[in-house]
């Protein structure tokens, strides 16, 4: 069972960047007291998941010093107190005596520092605890590799980065619990909580789809209850996924699609005589220890693309039409039944294709990385493109 949809219903180092937003902001009580909900969790996570209960991990607290610790679940409130029951997952203290279980605690870098130095964590074959938990992702992937008779456990800050490993058993990245290009609110930031459980003898990776508390206060509740900074997004009506079974992203075919669908909107908007007719060509060996550069000739293809919408303004002329039609919008009186003629779905739609666009710009940018990630463990024939 591979990928197994569940809830249904209506990501040493703390770094803040794109794909690890930890803030070490301190509540009234240092860390968060346990909550006992968290033996429930422990006697069945799945079932505590398809209750709904959103378990932030932006903030997990100061890191262990040990990759062996224990981990608590601190009960938290939204602004709207719905739900009910919303939770942090954070670092248990040697003042919580009680309600924390056992837990390896997987450490993570900015993209920015990472390069192939990602961090990880081994789990002997004989396991001292049944969880993992790492801080939020939101664009990284957490990978498990086969190790001897044990396991070895990446949070790589790389998009999509599982293919760069050789006996993966299962792993979550960023195209498993992004928000869908489709989506009609596509917001700006998708991150999901990722953590492991075993349950007998058997290890299961979860992550469960979040979204920022639009109205988080930045503030202490009443009752130095800290305020939860994440509620569920759903995909397609469910909130989590489950894996045990590894299927490998598509690089190049998510590097194709990529591309046509930017090269149709350069179409559309700078005519087809501006759109290049570079093709990629043969790649360039470069050091595993540096970050691959979009000026690969492997890549040549989608960078000129790129670049020549950077040369011919589109973001500009794309925003510029965006805010005519929500002008226009606002002049009209009244609101059509004919959907094509009501300006304000009309500008809904096109600023809706407009994020989709700097989203489609943006993963383009990040699918070339790692494809050039990826041909660089082919043509050095590594087992995985990581400094061990």
Request: glycine share 4%; net charge neutral; aromatic share 8%.
């Amino acid at each position: 069972m591979n990928g197994v949809l569940a809830g249904r219903g209506p990501e040493e180092s703390l770094v803040t960047a794109r794909s690890h937003v930890s803030r070490l902001t301190s509540s009234a009580r240092p860390n968060g007291d346990p909550s006992a909900d968290i033996n429930q969790f422990r006697d069945d996570v799945e079932a505590f998941l398809n209750a709904r209960h959103p378990l932030g991990s932006e903030n997990t607290g100061p890191a262990p010093s040990s990759p062996l610790a224990s981990a608590k679940l601190v009960k938290s409130t939204t602004w709207n107190k719905s739900p009910d029951s919303v939770y942090n997952v954070r670092w248990a203290t040697s003042s919580d005596n009680t309600n924390t279980v056992p837990a390896y605690y997987l450490r993570y870098q900015s993209i920015s520092i990472q390069g192939n130095q990602v961090p990880f964590v081994d789990i002997p074959a004989r396991r001292e605890a049944d969880f993992l938990f790492t801080g939020e992702l939101a664009g990284c992937s957490l990978v498990v590799v086969r190790r001897g008779d044990g396991l070895r456990v990446y949070h790589d800050s790389r998009y999509c980065s599982s293919v760069l490993y050789d006996n993966v058993v299962m792993a979550v990245d960023y195209c498993d619990y992004r928000e869908a290009y489709e989506d009609p609110v596509l917001r700006k930031f998708d991150p999901a909580t990722v953590f492991m459980h075993c349950q007998n003898g058997t290890w299961k990776l979860y992550a469960q789809f979040l979204q920022e508390n639009e109205q988080h206060s930045g503030e202490v509740a009443r009752g130095d209850v800290p305020e939860c900074k994440r509620v569920l997004r759903y995909r397609d009506r469910d909130h989590f996924v489950v894996k045990t079974q590894y299927v490998a992203p598509d690089i190049e075919a998510d590097r194709e699609v990529l591309y046509q669908e930017l090269k149709k909107i350069a179409i559309e908007y700078l005519g087809a005589a501006n759109v290049p007719t570079t093709q990629d060509a043969e790649f360039a060996d470069f050091a595993p220890n540096q970050p691959p550069s979009l000026s690969n000739p492997a890549v040549a293809r989608t960078e000129a693309l790129r670049q020549a919408m950077v040369q011919h303004g589109l973001e500009n002329i794309f925003k510029q039409k965006v805010a005519e039609k929500k002008e226009e919008a606002a002049q009209q009186k009244g609101r059509p039944v004919d959907p094509t003629l009501d300006l304000h779905r009309v500008h809904q739609r096109l600023e809706l294709a407009f994020r989709v666009f700097l989203k489609r710009l943006s993963d383009s940018k990040s699918t070339d990385a790692t494809y050039l990630w990826l041909k660089l463990k082919q043509a050095q024939n590594l087992q995985a493109v990581v400094a061990e």
